[in-house]
């Protein structure tokens, strides 16, 4: 498995990087987790776009967000990888190149995230600690979590 890795700007997205990052976030946020939600929320356009390839192939998303798009920190969001390579690590690389570009291109600071609870293990192991009540969006359990370094 050869891992590379772009992270662009929302207009320096080529039509075929754009058509399959939204094929992914479709496949798992729509059809695999069975909800039905807006995902083009007008914000992608404000973001940075962290697209994962295992041999050439796009197995996992995130997209990076200014502070004061979403929340008064900058944010990590739309964290996705494709089922067919979960259980291989590549989740941890990809928020790892997550947090690491974040850093490199909005400076230093908190990193928040909206966190579905199953998986709060997951990002505690990464840094990110829970704050605040778990919330319901789109039928789904959240809570917002927080990295502090």
């Known amino acids: 498995m050869i891992l590379t890795h772009r992270v662009k700007a929302f207009q ?35 973001c940075h776009h962290v697209m994962l390839y295992s041999d050439g192939v796009l197995v996992g998303y995130s997209r990076l967000v200014p502070a004061g798009v979403f929340y008064k920190e900058m944010a990590i969001g739309r964290v996705v990888t494709a089922p067919s390579v979960r259980g291989k690590g590549l989740g941890k ?50 809570i917002e979590m927080v990295r502090k370094n």
């Open 12 to 46: 320096e997205l080529t039509l075929n990087e754009l058509y399959e990052l939204l094929k992914l976030r479709s496949e798992v946020f729509v059809v695999e987790q069975n909800c039905v939600f807006q995902d083009m929320d007008d914000k992608d356009q404000k």
């Open 93 to 142: 690389v990809l928020m790892e190149l997550s947090i690491d570009y974040c850093r490199q291109l909005f400076g230093p600071g908190a990193i928040r995230l909206g966190a579905q609870t199953y998986a709060l293990g997951f990002y505690s192991s990464l840094g990110f600690v829970a704050e605040g009540d778990t919330y319901d969006e789109d039928g789904i359990e959240h």
